[in-house]
């Protein structure tokens, strides 16, 4: 199996910025793609920012310009810099991973998540 573990969520001010982490070990073959998606009470999870193993990016609309994702491939670990947070940006942020363990299919691979409130 592929396990992924978040760091770095926590509290901070509207106009803060917090660098979230989720790295990924396990009998790895190979993972396409890593994101981050979130979940506020109530809500659906939601796409936040993907990034392929080439370096192609996707972000949701709410945080174009605010929010990038990066990954170290040697490492297995993807990234997510937000900056100028919001309110609104307040909820629980999942790692993910679209991968395959050795000898094994491609499968959907999640964290436990990692709390983010913006908050005065």
């Known amino acids: 199996q592929v396990q992924l573990v978040e760091s770095g969520g926590g509290l901070v001010q509207p106009g803060g910025s917090l660098r979230l982490s989720c790295a990924a070990s396990g009998s790895i073959f190979s993972i396409y793609v890593m994101g981050w998606y979130r979940q506020a009470p109530g809500n659906t999870r939601a796409m936040v920012a993907t990034i392929t193993n080439g370096g192609s990016t996707n972000y949701a609309d709410s945080v174009k310009g605010r929010f990038t994702i990066s990954r170290d491939n040697a490492k297995n670990t993807v990234y997510l810099q937000m900056n100028n947070l919001k309110p609104e940006d307040t909820a629980v942020y999942y790692c993910?991973?679209?991968?395959?363990?050795?000898?094994?299919?491609?499968?959907?691979?999640w964290g436990q998540g990692t709390q983010v409130t913006v908050s005065s």
């Open positions: 993910y991973a679209d991968g395959r363990v050795v000898a094994g299919p491609k499968a959907d691979y």
